[in-house]
Structure formats: C-alpha cells, structure tokens
C-alpha cells in the first residue's frame, strides 16, 4: 500500500515509517520541523540526539535497503504543498500526525494557543481537502487523543454513544470535556472529521489515543541514527518519562496534586501496529470510526510507585513529592474507558513491565548528564490568573 506519514520527523511518525517500510509498504512522510523550533523556543531538548530527516532516511537505506520518500513544508499553512504531495505520491492510506501534540504548551499564552489551534485545525482541514481534491477514496487514519473526552462520570465509549431522549434513540458522537486547548482542537478536528464522511462520503479512522511511552521499536534498534526522540521535559515529556529521569538525577518524583488522576497509556509497539492494523482494515466510505487506542489505565500514582520500585532494584533510592497540580482537572474521578475494538483487529498489548521500566532507567542513565533537573519542573499553569 502507498502509505503517507505526516508528521514523519516525529517521536511517533519517524518510527511508523519504518516499521511500515520493513512490512513492504511503499512509504513516504512529510514534515516541517516545526516541532524542533518550538523545542528550541522554550529551550528544551530530548534526552538523546536525534539526527536530521535526511540522516535518518539515509541510514535507513542503507541497514533495510528500503526508500522513504521525504516531503518538506507545513501542512497547515501551505495546502499547494499538501495538494501538490497529494498529487504526487497518491496515497492509498494517510497516517495524520501532524500536530503541536503538548497540553502544556497550548496553555502558555494566547500565541501558543492560537498557533496550537491553527496548526492542528488548519492542517487536518488541508488533509481533509486534499483527499477530496485528489482521490476521495483515500483512508485517513488521524491521530487523536482519549483526552478529548476528558474524565466523564459514565463509561466512555469509542467514539459514539446510543442515547434514549424522550421515547426516542439517536446514535451520537460521544460528548467531549476536553483538559486544554490542545485536548480541544482535536475535538475540533474529530468534528470537522465526522463532517468530512457524512456530507463527502471520506473513509476516516480517529485514533483517540492514550499516552505513549517506551524509546525502542524493532526498526529503530538497528542503528543509533534511527532512535526516536525521549522528551523528559514538562511541556513536551509525558509523565512515565518525566519520573523515570527524575529517578536517575536523584530527585523526588513530582507528582501533580494526589496522583489519583487515571489515564489510558500504550507502549512505542503498539502505536505501530495500531496504525498499521487501521490501515489494513480500512473505513467505508461515509464512516467516520472511532477506536480508543490504550492498552490499560494506571494512576500517576502507580506510575510512581511503579518507577520507584524498579529504581530501587538497581540501587536508586526515590522519593515522591506530591506538588500543588498545575492544571485544572479533576483528581479523584470516575474512570472506565472501553478499547476493545483493535484488540478486535488483533492488537496484542505489550504491558508495561518492570522490564520496560528498567529498560528506560538503562537509557536515561547513559544519557545522565544530558538532564536538566529545571526543565522537568511544571512551568505552566493552567489559570492565567
Ligand atoms: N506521544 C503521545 O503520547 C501521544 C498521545 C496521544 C496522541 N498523540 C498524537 O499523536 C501525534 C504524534 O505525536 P508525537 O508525540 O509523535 O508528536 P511529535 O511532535 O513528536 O510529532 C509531530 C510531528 O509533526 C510535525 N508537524 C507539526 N505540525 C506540522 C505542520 N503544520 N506541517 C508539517 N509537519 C508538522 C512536527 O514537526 C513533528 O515532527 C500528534 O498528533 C499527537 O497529538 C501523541
């Protein structure tokens, strides 16, 4: 299949392309950088070095004799470009990464919001126009995020839910409470999604997406030039990652307000075969499906204590500190959130193990002297007053 990646230079996308390269599919990505400027416009930067798109499709040439086509330019802001690749490369299938993807920067200031909004918004619309301009058969498979529905007291559904309102029944898309602007424009983009398959018939795939951590995939093992960026940051590094180098330096583990907050989270692996198992089972034409992709719920608590207890096999004693929480979100709350439907398709769920663990404490511990104990502490306060 003719697989388009965009947002290919990313923590998720680069290791997508090549996975979907070494499984035959023709592959090619588009990218910006953008996401190394905004890095470098707060003055952060992963954990490891990570190599230039050019460097990374070379290498990747050279260890699986395999080509990926590379497509340089913004996709929000530049849709002869989208159209113009669109026509090119013709995709059968487009992986949509393309978005500002952190909650805390789209809550800095008016400029990090707005830019969030327009980025991801705009560039999902250009996506969505360029499929119908270019071949309207053409499946999307769009990341979004199980933030978008937020922390409802009732089950969460994948994507829609069967109402009963006065004696009569209806089939709705589940109602969303999003946790920040960037939880927000995803639900603009799952809106404007949904549209886009009732009134123009497009086939699209919403992954509602938990949290991914772990740093190895099969693909990028294989040379160093092929890893994937570890954000440990506050804005850009999700929490497991955040501990994990907390750990190492020898400082308490920061947890926001009692750490009873659950969410849904997914190791690197099943992100990859996620995507690639929505795009072998493509969407009907006029369906928007929605499938929750996370493999199981835990508390930052558990993460904690999960991280605490690995490190102190290897010798790293670990305190947790509980801080006052920097977002508005609800602490003790109901959480059950159903994501049967790619297990269905016949994902098998690599946990989180002691093992996995212990795997990123080894990474973070070789890159020790690359952490900056500061950048990890939250910067960003969710009421601007
Ligand atoms: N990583 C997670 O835990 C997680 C969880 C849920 C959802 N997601 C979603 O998955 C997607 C990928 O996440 P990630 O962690 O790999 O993020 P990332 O920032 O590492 O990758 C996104 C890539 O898209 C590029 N990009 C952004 N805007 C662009 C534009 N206008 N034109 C061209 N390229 C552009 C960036 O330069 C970057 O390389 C995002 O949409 C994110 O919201 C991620």
Redesign the pocket.
Known sequence: MRILI?????????PTAMYLSERGHEVAV?????????EASIGVEPLNHIRSLNVRVKRWREVSGKEIKTYI?????NHRFVYKMFEDFRPEAVV???????APYSMMNRTTCADTQM??V??TLNVMFAIQHTDPDTHLVK?????EYGTPNIDIEEGWLDVEHNGRKDRVLYPKKPHSF?HLS?VHDSNNLAFASRVWGQRVTD???????GIDTDETRRHEDLQT?F?YDSV?G?VLNRFVTQAVVGVPLTVYGSGSQTRGYLNIRD?LRCVELAADNPAERGEFRVFN?FTEQLSIMQIAERVKGVAAVRGLAVTIDHIENPRVEQEDHYYNAKHSKLQQLGLEPHLLTDAVIDHMLEVALTHRDRIDPDVIQPAVKWKQR
């Open positions: 965009l947002g290919g230079d990313g923590y998720l996308g680069w588009a990218d910006n950088m953008i996401k190394r400027f905004w330019g913004d996709i929000a802001h949509h990464y393309a978005e500002q993807p952190s980025n991801n705009l560039g990341l979004g995020t199980m933030g960037y995803k992954l509602n997406q938990g949290v991914v951590y960026s954000h850009f999700t992100t992709q």
